[in-house]
T-cell receptor, first 115, second 112 residues
Framework: DVKVTQSSRYLVKRTGEKVFLECVQD?????MFWYRQDPGLGLRLIYF???????EKGDIPEGYSVSREKKERFSLILESASTNQTSMYLC??????????????FGPGTRLLVL | KQEVTQIPAALSVPEGENLVLNCSFT??????LQWFRQDPGKGLTSLLL?????REQTSGRLNASLDKSSGRSTLYIAASQPGDSATYLC???????????FGRGTQLTVWP
């Protein structure tokens, strides 16, 4: 069974703090993704990565950065948290290759509140 | 960029009804179409994936179809149950491998 874990379910931070959200997958997947989910806006892709040390910008990368030092771990970094980054953050992974292998597996999410 | 629209945004039905959730996308050059389920406060769970060369996929009481020419997909749920209550999201992949575009979801409530 594929397992994607996220370091925290709930997180409260103050404006201006540096925030790290960690995601780990145990299925040796090449692809990893970070989304945020907001009511009325749906899921929006922040960053994704096809392999170690690789990263690609999604639709809303501003204010975020990522790190992929190991294949199983993909970190999302909020350099200076702001209140408009209060959201649900979802991590996902998928194997490389097309067709049925493209199924994405999601973690349980981290609900971040920035005060 | 692929735009994905889901209709209706919310649906409330009595137990036992057969129902259809709709998804439309703007770019017919879609490679895969995937349906997910999301329970409140949780992550997404993949239900069905239809490859671009296929027309439909079935899993238990769920059947998903894909019509690339019209830019539509439907998720059919037979004999709905209260446990089916959740938000259902549709996603499509364009030319970038692995990159999905999501609709905003249909929130389904099935009452006993």
């Amino acid at each position: 069974d594929v397992k994607v874990t996220q370091s925290s379910r709930y997180l409260v931070k103050r404006t201006g703090e540096k925030v790290f959200l960690e995601c780990v997958q145990d299925m040796d997947h090449e692809n990893m993704f970070w989304y945020r989910q907001d009511p009325g806006l749906g899921l929006r892709l922040i960053y994704f990565s096809y392999d170690v040390k690789m990263k690609e910008k999604g639709d809303i990368p501003e204010g975020y950065s990522v790190s992929r030092e190991k294949k199983e771990r993909f970190s999302l970094i909020l350099e200076s948290a702001s209140t408009n980054q209060t959201s649900m953050y979802l991590c996902a992974s998928s194997p490389r290759g097309g067709g049925r292998r493209e199924t994405q597996y999601f973690g349980p999410g981290t609900r971040l509140l920035v005060l | 960029k692929q735009e994905v629209t889901q209709i209706p945004a919310a649906l409330s039905v009595p137990e036992g009804e057969n129902l259809v959730l709709n998804c439309s996308f703007t770019d017919s050059a879609i490679y895969n179409l995937q349906w997910f389920r999301q329970d409140p406060g949780k992550g997404l769970t993949s239900l069905l994936l239809i490859q671009s060369s296929q027309r439909e996929q079935t899993s238990g009481r769920l059947n998903a179809s894909l019509d690339k020419s019209s830019g539509r997909s439907t998720l059919y749920i037979a004999a709905s149950q209260p446990g089916d209550s959740a938000t259902y999201l549709c996603s499509g992949r364009g030319s970038t491998l692995g990159r999905l575009y999501f609709g905003r979801g249909t929130q389904l409530t099935v009452w006993p």
